[in-house]
């Protein structure tokens, strides 16, 4: 199928299954709303990945079927992430009175500190979920962001999003792969992405398209969800682990933080930064919403979030979800997306406890200021 087929077929499956009016319905609301057999169609696509197989055929087909098995993933899984975690769609670190909001806002603002976005540059968000970080970030420098996204469901939430709070002349949200880019060649001053590039089947593909759109000089943060130094993949144990994050989190491959470090140099890029923000032996870790232990709950306003989030949250969701499926209240399929959200928050745990996993290796590259554009090269190559 064409690149163009795909992007019309999926734009119509997106209308089909949250119908035209997206944005106003938020969380199990939204869900409510959903077409009952777009909704299992969606839920077979995505799962259909994921049979248990660790193999390398398994892998890839993974690998190859990485675009309609995200696209799928975040069909299904947006409303849960947005009733349970908010707009924007990534961990953080935590300190002592901290609140959940504020810590989400202080690691985006960090990242675009990183990245050394002033006001008024025009900056990329790689894979840009509803958008909630591009808004703050927005806010916070007075940059214009694109967001890129290939979901369609989340770009029609972003953009109602930055209609509402009226952000919509700092920013706009497109609908296109990140592995195959369309922007023209050195376009934006500054690209960041937040835990999403680790949805790409091979890293080099998507930072070899950052560097093409990349003005010379220019600076690409990234968030990058890696297996660290510790992960053995020939350990069952660790491969169980990884597999729980891949499986629930609609990941084709989790590479290994070497993989990511050297696929930015081979794109061309100076890695100025290169930096666990997990691994500072932080007093309150970065999984600790997914854990339910109170102890770390820093303030009263969070306890709903933390209700839902913990274990016993999920498993009143689990069964509240299942309730509605049986009444007909919540597509068909819902119950089977709480499952897979299940594992990932079990994996996800065990690989920051155990440090074999981290969702905040903080990369900060340079395209140097006298980078030949890929188009320059493919030129001299045929002189
Ligand atoms: C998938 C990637 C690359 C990043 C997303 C990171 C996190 C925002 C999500 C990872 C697991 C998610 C879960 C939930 C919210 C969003 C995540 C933390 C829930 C708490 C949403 C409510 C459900 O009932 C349980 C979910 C568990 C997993
Ligand atoms: C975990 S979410 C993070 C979203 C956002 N960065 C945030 O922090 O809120 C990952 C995002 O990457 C997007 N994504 C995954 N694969 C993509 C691809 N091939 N091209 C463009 N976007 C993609 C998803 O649709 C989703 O919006």
Known sequence: MSETELRKRQAQFTRELHGDDIGKKTGLSALMSKNNSAQKEAVQKYLRNWDGRTDKDAEERRLEDYNEATHSYYNVVTDFYEYGW??????????????????????????????????GDLVLDVGCGVGGPAREIARF???????????????????????????SDQMDFVKGDFMKMDFEENTFDRVYAIEATCHAPKLEGVYSEIYKVLKPGGTFAVYEWVMTDKYDENNPEHRKIAYEIELGDGIPKMFHVDVARKALKNCGFEVLVSEDLADNDDEIPWYYPLTGEWKYVQNLANLATFFRTS???????????????????????????????????????????????TPMMLFVARKPENAETPSQTSQEATQ
Do not use: W
């Open 86 to 119: 908010g707009s924007s769609f990534h961990f953080s670190r935590f300190y002592k009175g901290e609140s959940f909001a504020a810590s989400i806002a202080r690691h985006e603002h960090y990242l675009a500190y990183k990245a050394g976005i002033q006001r």
């Open 141 to 167: 420098t007075g940059c214009n962001v694109i967001g890129l996204n290939n979901n369609d469901y989340q770009i029609a939430k972003a953009k109602y999003y930055a209609k509402k709070y009226n952000l």
């Open 311 to 357: 274990y016993l949250g999920r498993q009143f969701t689990t069964a509240m979800v299942t309730v509605m499926e049986k009444l007909g209240l919540a597509p068909e399929g819902s119950k089977e997306v709480t499952a897979a959200l299940e594992n990932a928050a079990v994996g996800l745990v065990a690989g920051g406890k155990s440090k074999l996993f």
